[in-house]
């Protein structure tokens, strides 16, 4: 069965890093493009950044480009998402999610076939 492990979330200050990391398993992962995506309570989940099945072409939100880095390691199966010069607007829940479908459909979160649970990540003032 397919799963998909988030890791790495936690408390951080205002200005500092935190480094997210997405096992994956069951899946024949370099065939996937993989996103990650945040959700705060009540609100609905908004994409934030993705990276093709092949590493050749990744995409991010306006509000985290410059900032977050997505990257992934075939060889481990894992997907990334390095976050510097975080903001108390990043406290969220991070989800990573694997998709087949074409790489214009990356930011739209019902075209994911697979989902992790979660990692929150909160960062204070």
């Known amino acids: 069965q397919v799963q998909l492990v988030e890791s790495g979330g936690g408390l951080v200050q205002a200005g500092g890093s935190l480094r997210l990391s997405c096992a994956a398993s069951?899946?024949?992962?370099?065939?996937?493009?993989m996103g990650w995506f945040r959700q705060a309570p009540e609100k609905e989940r908004e994409f934030v950044a993705a990276?093709?099945?092949?590493?050749?072409?990744?995409d991010y939100a306006d509000s985290v480009k410059g900032r977050f880095t997505i990257s992934r390691d075939d060889h481990k199966n894992t997907v990334y998402l390095q976050m510097n010069s975080l903001k108390q607007e990043d406290t969220d829940v991070y989800y990573c999610?694997?998709?087949?479908?074409?790489?214009?459909?990356?930011?739209?979160?019902?075209?994911?076939?697979?989902w992790g649970q979660g990692t929150q990540v909160t960062v204070s003032s």
């Open positions: 999610a694997a998709e087949r479908r074409p790489w214009s459909t990356r930011r739209t979160e019902k075209n994911y076939d697979y």
């Open positions: 069951g899946l024949t992962f370099s065939v996937f493009h």
């Open positions: 990276i093709t099945s092949s590493s050749d072409n990744t």
